[in-house]
């Protein structure tokens, strides 16, 4: 492992901002050193009742980031399994004194065993990878398995759910599987930018992977629903 890795795995045990699930095969939590149960707490964790969003595959964190800086009156939740990635966006929400943003790192996979069924409001999935090839079609963060995952894990109630997207591929593939199953969709752009200054100001947030594949001439596309 690079020492760049090593020391910002060594920081993310000193940020009060960073849950850790170091064994994949558990569901034990730790923020630095501590153990800690998270599981059913995380509106103790932040102090308020106020609704909480989690951002999937999240990276480096900016949507997370940024959607707390325009949203105070919600909290939000950056997931992902790696961690010098989570590390920049805990270190930048540390910086600006947010306290309505926290980094969970773990796999998605093993989301229920980290939130009770009615503790996330929304969920936002921005620039998964698209695994193009068709025997990994099962690791898409759209699949019917993880949205099986979602399903089951968030089963109190529909909610809403947003896609961002660079790669058109995968694009079509999500809205086959939510068309399939009968799911909502609430809004569908492709090219979003297209629509200039008809989209909100969230969808124009713009994170580390969205702006490398804007630059390569990729179009990037939207779908929220319901489930
Ligand atoms: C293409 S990157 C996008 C990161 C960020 N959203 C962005 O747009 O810059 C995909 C991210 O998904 C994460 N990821 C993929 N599969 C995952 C899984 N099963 N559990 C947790 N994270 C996963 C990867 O670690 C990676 O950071």
Redesign the pocket.
């Known amino acids: 492992m690079s020492k760049g890795k090593l020391e910002k795995f060594k920081e993310l045990e000193s940020m009060s901002n960073v849950f850790q699930n170091h064994r994949f095969d558990d569901a034990v939590v730790v923020q630095g050193l501590e153990e800690v149960e998270v599981k059913g707490r995380w509106h103790e964790i932040f102090g308020n009742h106020n609704p909480i969003v989690l951002?999937?595959?999240?990276?480096?964190?900016?949507?997370s980031v940024q959607m707390a800086k325009n949203n105070s009156a919600k909290n939000f939740i950056g997931?992902?399994?790696?961690g010098n990635?989570i590390h920049l966006g805990a270190k930048m929400a540390l910086e600006e004194n947010l306290n309505n943003v926290a980094f969970l790192?773990?796999?998605?996979?093993?989301i229920q065993s980290f939130f009770n069924s009615n503790e996330v409001d929304e969920i936002w999935?921005?620039?998964?990878?698209?695994f193009p090839r068709f025997p990994d079609r099962k690791?898409r963060?759209i699949s019917p398995k993880?949205l099986d995952i979602y399903r089951q894990a968030f089963c109190d109630r529909r909610r809403t759910y947003h896609l961002?997207t660079d790669n058109y591929g995968l694009f079509r593939y999500a809205l086959g599987v939510l068309d399939g199953r009968g799911y909502t969709i609430q809004t569908c752009l492709e090219d979003i930018y297209h629509y200039d200054k008809k989209i909100s100001d969230i969808l124009k947030i713009q994170?580390?992977?969205?702006?490398?594949h804007q630059n390569q001439g990729a179009k990037i596309n939207y779908v929220s629903w319901t489930m």
């Open positions: 951002e999937l595959a999240c990276g480096r964190g900016e949507y997931i992902d399994i790696k990635r790192r773990t796999r998605i996979e093993k999935i921005t620039f998964p990878d698209p690791n963060l993880f961002k994170t580390y992977y969205e702006v490398l």
